[in-house]
């Protein structure tokens, strides 16, 4: 009987907040024959993302060991005020690949502290700051989560789910979303915040259209991320990122794009068509380790 070792790679979060980091475990130990993955994360999360190995000072030993055997280390948002890790843990820089997710990141994009590292990617666009930055995007799993085959569109079900009500324009969007289901019966409101991931998942399941943020972030969330593999039309601002096919929309156009939607069937459908084709080609577990694999290898080989 023929075995195939494949050498251990450690991903590792202060707090795993979104899943990013479980999601890229999950990626590596899928579609790699030649690294293995273990997710590591120091807090619960209040979302319910999964963590294999739970942090803490007592499991210092165990954990410097995995580090230690490592052939390479994938980290988010270390060395950021707030997401260092306890003292006694120890990592080789030179075999570790700093990830910033987030708003964490654009806060420090002149900070020089991430070059000790191997390699610098980022989990958005927005955030190459450097030629020798390097985009990763934040992987999901799109052949789990599928698009529904048939849509009827009756009701019409419009989603928002804000992490960060004030940061994601949640006033503005509820406003609008309101005002439309008033002029259409037939349209229905989905809001939530805060709740476990498996429950908003299965919400995002049924929404035609998921709106993520309006008028301050202005990229694309990761709630986008995950609506678009159902075969959600996303509607948000973009103006800082117009690499995917989002409906670009504003706090002064974002009824009127809404209406253009509701009263036309047919354009929900063709945008979350091509919202699902987009996520797959650039957020699918099997995109994102074809990116990534590489930049390990040249760890591991020297």
């Not at 009756?154 to 309101?178: C, F, L, R, W, Y």
């Not at 993520?212 to 990122?241: C, H, M, P, R, W």
């Not at 504003?250 to 509701?262: A, D, N, Q």
């Amino acid at each position: 009987m023929c075995s195939v070792y494949r050498k251990p790679v450690v991903v590792l979060a202060k707090n795993d907040y979104a899943g990013i980091m479980w999601k890229l475990r999950c990626a590596i130990n899928r579609h790699s024959h030649k690294y293995y993955a273990t997710h590591i994360a120091f807090d619960r999360n209040q979302f319910n993302y999964p963590i294999e190995v739970i942090g803490d000072e007592y499991q210092s030993g165990f954990i410097n060991q995995m580090l230690s055997e490592a052939a390479c280390i994938i980290m988010k948002d270390y060395d950021i005020p707030g997401y260092m890790l306890p003292p006694n843990i120890r990592l080789d820089p030179k075999k570790s690949i700093w990830y910033g997710v987030g708003a964490n990141y654009r806060h420090l994009q002149a900070d020089r502290t991430f070059d000790k590292y191997r390699f610098r990617m980022v989990s958005t666009p927005d955030m190459i700051y450097r030629p020798d930055d390097i985009y990763l995007p934040a992987p999901f799993d799109t052949e789990k989560y599928i698009r529904i085959a048939d849509r009827d569109y009756d009701p019409i079900t419009i989603m928002h789910s804000p992490s960060n009500p004030e940061q994601k324009g949640t006033n503005i969007i509820s406003a609008a979303v309101n005002k439309i289901c008033c002029s259409y019966p037939f349209v229905h409101f989905s809001l939530t915040g805060g709740a476990p991931n498996n429950i908003v998942m299965e919400m995002k399941e049924n929404a035609d259209i998921f709106i993520d943020q309006i008028g301050k972030n202005q990229i694309l969330g990761y709630n986008s991320i995950e609506a678009a593999s159902f075969g959600a039309a996303v509607v948000t601002d973009t103006s800082q990122d117009n690499d995917n096919p989002a409906i670009h929309a504003s706090r002064t156009t974002l009824y009127s794009v809404l209406e253009g939607l509701v009263t036309d069937p047919s354009k929900i459908d063709a945008a979350g068509k091509e919202m699902r084709s987009w996520v797959v080609r650039t957020h699918g577990y099997r995109s994102v380790m074809e990116l990534l694999e590489p930049y390990i290898d040249e760890i591991v080989e020297g």
